[in-house]
């Protein structure tokens, strides 16, 4: 009888105390410089790589932490299960991030932007994180934060993969804070005869002085997205190709499955585009994909 009935109760034990101590989505609540009141939420696996990789994921205009977690990055949640890296969760109290103050768009601005970074840097400090590499990908206005911190924070940022989003910069620089109802009009109006070159140009002032490597930039976006104009994919690769002093290689179709083409700037490792045709908003969030760009997987 003891076969029968000591050890599945013990099996049971097991499983509850497993399930007890498996990983959860948590918010920090203090112990950072938060100068925008954002909320901080971040995904710490129960096994941890060593100087564990860290990205940030901030949520589409009208999103949460939350909903991104459950919804958006299932497949990121997973993977940090197995490869050890942490992932944060930002939410901002407004609709969308700001991507258009100046104090979003400078440096140690004040804005949204040194909000996240600040996540970021606690994060690697209170779980020895690898300071090389740190990463951020988003979708919609995520997405335009992605391009908006990568641009001001070069310096912390080793790569990012923008959704569906737009660049930050001649958009709506110094336009003030920006809602999903007039964000891309006001971008198609004042982007109007914005050049590669002048767009390198505001990126490269909104982190003066810095001189290092700037981060990769990998670009998602669908042929018939209604809400975030496709025409912004475009921009995108000319801003970035600006930045990184890339060109335009070739296109490779049916990468990473049929309707969609990758744009592959220089060799590939620093600047990449995707079309995504008959797509709209959002493109669906491809983890494998962005893994292996930031070199995760």
Sequence with gaps: MRGLTTYPILGLILALACLSRAAKL??????????????????????LAPKPPVIIVPHPCGGSAQDTFSR????LSAQADKLGFILIFPQTPNTCW????????KHNGGGDTQGMVNMVQYTLTKYSGDAARVFVTGSSSGGMATNALIATYPDVFAAGASF?????FACWNGAGLVSAANMDAGCQTNK????AQQWGDLVRAASPGFNGTRPAMQIWHGTTDTVVAYGYLSDQLAEWGNVLGVAFAKNVTGDPLSGYTKMVYGDGMRLVGYS??????????????VLQFFGLL
Excluded at 276 to 289: D, L, N, T
């Design 72 to 75: 958006v990055a299932t497949g």
């Design 276 to 289: 995504a045709q008959g797509v709209g908003h959002i493109v669906p969030f491809r983890e494998k994909e």
């Design 26 to 47: 948590t918010q920090v609540a203090s112990g950072w410089d938060n100068p925008t009141k954002l909320s901080f939420y971040i995904y710490v696996p129960d096994k």
């Design 192 to 195: 109007r005869g914005t050049t």
């Design 164 to 168: 569906s989003g737009a660049p930050a």
């Design 98 to 105: 700001d991507c258009s103050s100046t104090k979003s768009l």
